[in-house]
Structure formats: structure tokens, C-alpha cells
């Protein structure tokens, strides 16, 4: 460890110890809203990890308070937990009805309503190994009621019971409008009134020991009272209804298959010749599928079949937008495409800038950004060009500090022109001195960088990397250094410990 660092986390251990000590208030803040304030603070610096503890203890400290509740929602949302930001909104819509929160959180779940991401559907594709297949056995029984001649039974769509006609006459299956909302399916919240008649939506329904999961449901519109499993959902069986026994028996046809289920056991084999034929049936036979389509994808790029892989990672960003398989085939794209990587790139960086806005005039100001205690440091949220990284600040320190690695994952780009490098070796270890520690040193410039209020263009960084005989080390810090003395000039600033913000005020000049 240098001088240098030993000097900046001493300072900071102070800092925290007199932050400790009680040396630092938290003005104009009251003592049984603060713990809901310091959620807020956390997620408008998209700390939404962090944020999500407070706004649990807020919940319990003033369970009445629709707030706390609706902002766990959409931390969830925002960290990309679909499933968990649905339960969430559904949550308040439940305990808060008639609030502004309620209200808000409806029009989130319409948001979401078309993006194929309930976990209870099965369609994420984030473990191929433990995806869950259909489920038709050789013989079932499941009790029914005879209305107008046809039987009706009770099937669970994911996971709400709705009272089914057995048609096998229909086509698709469907459910009413009515039918849906009354069963609270979050989805139907995004049927418009200007659809002419129905959206398909993914969901698993489970009939007796049958089960078919990612499965297709077609939400009426033109006719809200009808809930049919028509013939797609008994597709391979036949069935046969007795009146007087009240059993519906279905009966699994003979020579059937489930390429899909066989051609994910060669895949997770690392078969892939032999998934590959299977996958792409699988594909044909569910179309409405997204985890068919992406392991085909996915099996495609193992084979080194990069040009049908790519095209098949582009359907599924076509098809399934908003799905878990899009952000995988958006990840696997941003590797192997290089047009498709730039294109993503020029509009992230379009977005961010937006989102920026110029830089601010110099006048007075005053802000607090939140920060977490690790390692004897101030950790803080930082848009550095528009990519959100956690950094530790230190107020004495007058360059940013970064390692290779570091910067790579804010933008590769900064390491194609490195200049003014400098090096230096010492012995990493006192009684060792063959095993040599090498430190390079970069200087660059941060295009970008937004903390708080401020905003600073290109601002003073070093780059520093350290290499043992044994393999490479960073040579700065766990997270990359927030220079104080470079990005807040004529600042003071002051730590508010027990809300744990650091509070900066620009001074008159």
C-alpha cells in the first residue's frame, strides 16, 4: 500500500469517526420520516439495493404509509426483478386502494404487462438446466360440471383458479377480460381499448397432473365472460367426458413428443449437434415460445454457426421484447455483432446525455448525495458518461483514481489511448525481493462526470494498475476514488451520519 492511500483511508476512518461521534446533524429532516428519506435519497442515486433495506424498515416503522411500499416496487423494477417488482405494485393495489400509490402502481403493471416476465410462466431462460417442460401424462382425471352439454373444470392460470369450458372445437384458448381482472392477472392492465380484440399473453395453467407452461392465452376483449381451454392447450391428447361420474379423463396420444424437452437434455449435455435438429423443431412447434427460440440461439452460436445465431438472437429481440430472453440475446448480440454492439452504444450514449443535460453555471448550490460505509470509506453513487458507478470519495484527494479493469466496464474505449504512462518495481513482499511488484501509471481524461449537482467535464484520472510475478493486483482500491479536490472546488462539505448523507455547500466567490 502507498503512502498516498495510507494518508486517504486514514482520513476517512476519521471522518467516520467523528461522523460516529454525533459531531454531524441532520437538519430539517424529521426524526420518523428520516428512515424513509434515506431510502429516497439511496434510489434517486439508483442504489436500489441499498434503498430497498430502508424502504423495508419504513414499512415497519409507519405501516400506513403507501410510500415505502410503492418505492420497494419500483426498486424491484428498476433492478430488472420483474417478477418481484409485479408482486410489489400488486401489493399496494391491494393494501392501498384508492391512493395515489395504487393509482401509479397500475399504470407500472400495464407497463409490464406485455413483456413475457412472470416467473410462474417459466418463460426465463436464466438457468437453461432447470427450465421447467410441459407436463402431459399417459392418463389424468380431473372432476367437471356438464353446462350446455360441454364439460367445465377448474384450471390454475398461473396460479388463479378460473372456471373453464372444454372446447377442443376452438382453436385457441382464451379468457375473458372480465374473467382475467376478476382472477388479478397483473398483464390484462396493458389490453388497450383500442385493440381490436385480444392480446396473447404467457402463462402457465395447470389442469389436474397436466401442465403447460409458457403457454399462450389469448385475453378477449369482445368477449369478457368467456374462459375456454380450447384445442392448442389439449394439443397430443384426446378426451373423453362421463356425466355421470362428473370425469373429464385425458389421454396422452400415442408417439408423442417433446422435441423442445429432448433437445434441452443434449444441450445441457453439450450435445449440440444432436440438440441443434431438435431445437429448431421446438421453435416451429412453440412459436409463442421465447426460451425455444433462444436456446436454438444459443445452441447456434456453440456451434460456431455465428451468422444463424445472430439472426436468431435478433428474432427474439423482435419477438419477445421485454423478456429475460431479450436481455441475454441483447448480451450475446453485443459480443458477436459488431454493428449491432456500436448501434447499442451511440444510443446509450445519446440517452445518457439527455439524461445529463449541459453542464451546470457556477452559482450557489447546496446537495447531499447518500453514501455507504465500506471499508473505512464513503462509497457513493457516480454517473461517469452516463454509466452509474459506485466509487469511494475522499475530499483531499485532487485526481481520480481508476484500475484498467475498472474503467473497461464504465467504456472500453479509455484504454485504446492511454498515454503518459510511467512505471516503477519494488519487492511485493519484504524477504521475497524476486517476486517484483510493478506499477503503471496512466494519465487520461474523464469525458464525463455527474455527482450530485455538479457536473464536470473533462476532469484529471489516473489509471493505475500493479503486476506481481504471480499475476496482477489492483494497485487503488476496491471501487475506483472520487477526487474531492478536482470535481468540488470551493465546496465544503460535512457527513450527516445518521442519515447517511454527505452534505455539500458551494461557497460564495
Not at 18 to 27: K, N, R, V, W, Y
Amino acid at each position: 500500500m502507498t503512502n498516498g492511500k495510507r494518508i486517504v483511508l486514514k482520513t476517512m476512518a476519521l471522518m467516520l469517526a467523528l461522523a460516529a461521534s454525533g459531531m454531524f446533524s441532520c437538519p430539517g429532516v424529521l426524526a420518523d420520516d428520516s428512515t424513509f428519506e434515506c431510502g429516497r435519497n439511496l434510489f434517486n442515486s439508483k442504489m436500489y439495493k441499498d434503498a430497498l433495506r430502508y424502504f423495508k424498515a419504513a414499512q415497519v416503522e409507519a405501516g400506513y404509509d403507501s410510500r415505502s411500499y410503492y418505492y420497494e416496487a419500483l426498486c424491484y423494477h428498476q433492478m430488472g426483478q420483474l417478477q418481484a417488482a409485479l408482486t410489489a405494485y400488486n401489493n399496494v393495489i391491494n393494501k392501498f386502494p384508492g391512493s395515489d400509490a395504487a393509482e401509479q402502481s397500475q399504470k407500472a403493471v400495464a407497463s409490464m404487462g406485455k413483456s413475457y416476465s412472470a416467473a410462474k410462466s417459466g418463460s426465463g431462460v436464466g438457468s437453461l438446466a432447470n427450465l421447467r417442460m410441459d407436463q402431459i401424462p399417459l392418463v389424468s382425471t380431473v372432476s367437471a360440471t356438464e353446462v350446455d352439454g360441454k364439460p367445465v373444470v377448474v384450471a390454475l392460470v398461473s396460479g388463479a383458479k378460473v372456471n373453464f369450458v372444454v372446447d377442443s372445437s376452438v382453436p385457441n384458448t382464451v379468457i375473458g377480460a372480465d374473467i382475467a381482472k376478476e382472477s388479478r392477472f397483473p398483464d390484462v392492465a396493458a389490453l388497450k381499448k383500442s385493440d381490436k380484440d385480444s392480446s396473447y399473453f404467457l402463462h402457465e395453467i395447470k389442469l389436474g397432473a397436466m401442465s403447460r407452461v409458457s403457454f399462450p392465452v389469448k385475453v378477449s376483449t369482445k368477449n369478457p365472460k368467456a374462459a375456454v381451454l380450447g384445442a392448442d392447450f389439449f394439443a397430443y391428447t384426446g378426451q373423453a367426458f362421463d356425466p355421470k361420474t362428473g370425469l373429464l379423463t385425458i389421454t396422452r396420444a400415442q408417439g408423442f413428443s417433446n422435441p423442445f424437452e429432448v433437445g434441452l437434455k443434449y444441450f445441457n449435455k453439450k450435445r449440440y449437434k444432436e440438440a441443434y435438429p431438435l431445437l429448431r423443431k421446438a421453435m416451429i412447434d412453440r412459436p409463442s415460445d421465447p426460451r425455444a427460440l433462444y436456446t436454438l440461439a444459443v445452441c447456434a452460436h456453440r456451434l460456431n454457426r455465428i451468422d444463424e445465431a445472430r439472426g436468431y438472437y435478433r428474432q427474439v429481440l423482435q419477438r419477445f421484447n421485454g423478456s429475460e430472453a431479450e436481455t441475454y440475446a441483447t448480451a450475446a448480440l453485443m459480443a458477436i455483432d459488431p454493428g449491432f454492439a456500436q448501434k447499442t452504444r451511440v444510443a446509450a450514449a445519446t440517452k445518457s446525455n439527455q439524461l445529463l443535460g449541459p453542464a451546470l453555471k457556477k452559482q450557489n448550490s447546496e446537495f447531499e448525495v447518500p453514501y455507504t460505509a465500506e471499508n473505512g470509506n464513503f462509497k457513493v453513487s457516480v454517473l461517469v458518461d452516463g454509466v452509474t458507478t459506485e466509487m469511494y470519495f475522499v475530499g483531499n484527494v485532487n485526481e481520480h483514481l481508476f484500475s484498467s479493469e475498472q474503467l473497461r466496464r464504465i467504456d472500453p474505449s479509455y484504454l485504446d489511448v492511454l498515454a503518459d504512462s510511467t512505471s516503477s518495481s519494488a519487492p511485493a513482499e519484504p524477504n521475497n525481493p524476486n517476486n517484483l511488484n510493478a506499477v503503471v501509471t496512466h494519465s487520461i481524461k474523464i469525458k464525463r462526470i455527474k455527482f450530485g449537482k455538479i457536473e464536470a467535464l473533462n476532469t484529471s484520472a489516473k489509471v493505475i494498475d500493479s503486476t506481481t510475478r504471480w499475476g496482477a493486483a489492483d494497485s487503488t482500491s476496491e471501487k475506483p476514488i472520487l477526487a474531492g479536490m478536482e470535481i468540488l472546488r470551493n465546496y465544503r462539505w460535512d457527513v450527516v451520519q445518521n442519515r447517511r448523507v454527505l452534505h455539500f455547500v458551494q461557497l460564495n466567490q
